[in-house]
């Protein structure tokens, strides 16, 4: 087998652990990165693509694989402006999902997050459903959203609310169990993990997975 896979977002944390995993998997003998800027890896199964990611559709005729992982995030602290936010957080996963229904790509996977709600009265969690949305409008054939709680791990920037959140959920997570479950911090490894086994086993599974299956399926469960 000799697949080749997209990752966009492959800089960020998740998307970085994941590019890490497919690179090491004999599977794939391409992963096309689509990117702002270059990533200085060497691995000869990379092929990086750099441009604006905004105008994902000028990539059209080299968006071509059998997976597109879509890792893109941004947070408020970066990005203040929530026209631009939501043209990063909404609009390139769902030009992404676009390319893939255009190119007969059949496998979509994207990262969104707990609570997402194109109802919702919070911008964050409305973006996102509003992305989800876009993504199964496109009707590919399997499509997986994953929607993790908050997603701990190293960054290279320091994200000092994270970072609070983070220690914090540490302290929460033995008692949050059930229903609540769910909402347990997750790493960025286990997304990663997940993402990975679901492109080479594509398991039986919801298209929206909430963030306690994501930690079931990361180790085989």
């Known amino acids: 087998m000799n697949k080749t896979a997209i990752i966009l ?3 960020g944390l998740s998307g970085s652990l994941l590019l890490k995993k497919l690179v090491d998997d004999d599977s794939y003998g391409t992963i096309k990165l689509f990117l702002r800027k270059p990533t200085g890896n ?5 092929q990086e693509f750099i441009g604006d990611m905004l105008q994902l559709e000028d990539f059209k005729k080299d968006f071509m694989a059998d997976e597109v992982f879509c890792c893109i995030g941004t947070t408020t602290a970066k990005t203040k402006d929530k026209a631009l936010y939501r043209a990063i957080d909404m609009g390139i996963p769902a030009a ?3 390319l893939c229904a255009q190119n007969n790509i059949p496998v979509f996977m994207v990262i969104s997050a707990i609570g997402a709600n194109a109802n919702s009265n919070i911008f964050y969690n409305r ?4 992305m989800e ?4 409008s496109q009707q590919i054939p399997t499509v ?3 929607r993790p709680s908050l997603i701990v791990g190293g960054r290279q920037e320091n994200r000092v609310g994270e970072s609070m959140a983070a220690w914090l959920m540490k302290i929460l997570n033995p008692f949050l169990f059930g229903r609540l479950k769910k909402y347990r911090s997750i790493k960025a490894n286990t997304i990663a993990s997940a993402m990975h ?3 080479i086993t594509q398991l039986e599974v919801p298209t929206i997975i909430e963030s306690d299956r994501i930690a079931r399926i990361a180790v085989g469960d």
């Open 133 to 136: 949305g876009a993504v199964l």
């Open 42 to 46: 060497k691995s000869p199964k990379i």
């Open 9 to 11: 977002g492959a800089t």
């Open 127 to 130: 973006t996102k459903g509003e």
């Open 96 to 98: 992404a999902a676009k």
């Open 197 to 199: 086994r679901l492109a």
């Open 144 to 146: 997986y959203i994953l």
